[in-house]
């Protein structure tokens, strides 16, 4: 056994944060319009899409898929965003189910704002970054909807996950 945390798992606990997370936000839809200013969002549910699209943009990379363009990603409703949720874990399962040798190569990203010696990581490095991205932004969206009064009731650390 092997002691530390695998892709597999993070992967599960990106599933029930997002699953969590659709469920409180269906619950307080008035959530969905509290200002939000983290990475120029406009509004939690800006910011929502910003955390799906993302993981479905990081799995198309990850495939060497064409990304899907911004443009073409729905601004809402709370559905429509959970399926870029869906379609990205699914891109992840199936990359995970390769064989592990095809982890070892690089990816090279056509992304500007990035200094050029970091548009070149690792695979594996990519996979780690997409899967935990999410959650790190779940963590800044719990804070905003505590202080908005939008308390969220499912414990979304690692330590409450069925993961491990």
Not at 26 to 53: D, K, M, Y
Not at 72 to 90: D, F, K, N, W
Request: hydrophobic content about 45%; proline content about 6%.
């Amino acid at each position: 056994m092997s002691v530390g945390v695998t892709m597999n798992e993070l992967l599960i606990w990106l599933d029930e944060s997002a699953r969590s997370w659709k469920a409180h936000l269906e619950a307080n839809p008035e959530l969905l319009e509290v200002p939000c200013s983290i990475g120029g969002a406009g509004t939690v549910q800006g910011f929502v899409r910003h955390i799906w699209s993302a993981e479905l943009r990081w799995a198309e990379r990850l495939a060497d898929l064409p990304l899907t363009p911004r443009e073409e990603i729905p601004a809402g409703p709370v559905s429509a965003l959970y399926e870029l949720h869906e379609r990205a874990a699914a891109g992840f399962r199936e990359l995970l189910a390769a064989p592990e040798e095809s982890w070892n190569g690089t990816i090279v990203m056509d992304v500007p704002w990035l200094p050029e010696k970091s548009r070149t990581i690792s695979r594996r490095k990519a996979l780690a970054h997409a899967l935990f991205h999410s959650q790190r932004h779940w963590a800044q969206l719990a804070t905003l909807a505590r202080e908005a009064g939008f308390p969220v009731k499912s414990a979304g650390d690692l330590l409450f996950s069925s993961a491990l």
